[in-house]
């Protein structure tokens, strides 16, 4: 894929990197214990939501592609009828095995890339609509599914440690004391009990 002279090209793969890179940062310095503690009723959890991700990744730009994911844990994945079995990482599996999993699904999503042009067939058997589509449409579908997860991988840190920012480089929050921001939580809660109050 020529991403020197196709701007499209050039800015639909920077917007996956970007996500892809933030994903990787909200699980930086993370426990054992906290990357796999369920923090929603559905069990939603850091360490399950980057597997996930790293099977999606295989998914669309290896299955969809007509090409053969090169590790056996994501073949065999691939291959169950547990529509979960993506979001429960393997109890041997340690914080760093799933980061190096999705990075390993990353590199193997990239050569792909490398190799076709944004109008290079693809085939996504679990879709009804749209089943036969493009590289493009991979591409702006896996930003839309990364940036998902990673917005949901925000709040669970958050959650878990106080960890938070937009990235790495740009964290796109005020620098507020820990006062500051106790005072904006205390008076969202506030309004929030007036509102019931009113009614």
Known sequence: MDTINDPSAQRLRAYLNEARSTVLWKCEAL?????????????????????HLAVTEYGYFGECLGLL???DHVL???????SQIDFLPPADYSVQDVLELYRKSVAFAEAALDN??????????WWSIHRHSTVEHLIVHMIAETSRHAGQ???????LDGQVGLRE??????????AQWQEQYSHLQQLSQEVVQRK
């Open 169 to 178: 480089q740009a964290l796109n929050l005020p620098s507020y004391s820990s």
């Open 116 to 125: 076709l042009e944004l109008a290079s067939p693809a085939v996504i058997p």
């Open 76 to 82: 065999e994945l691939l291959q169950s009828e547990d």
């Open 31 to 51: 426990s054992e214990e906290l990357a796999r503690r369920p923090m929603t009723p559905t069990g939603t959890h850091m360490l399950g939501i980057v597997h």
């Open 153 to 159: 991988l925000d709040i669970v840190r958050e959650l």
């Open 69 to 71: 994911p090169n590790d």
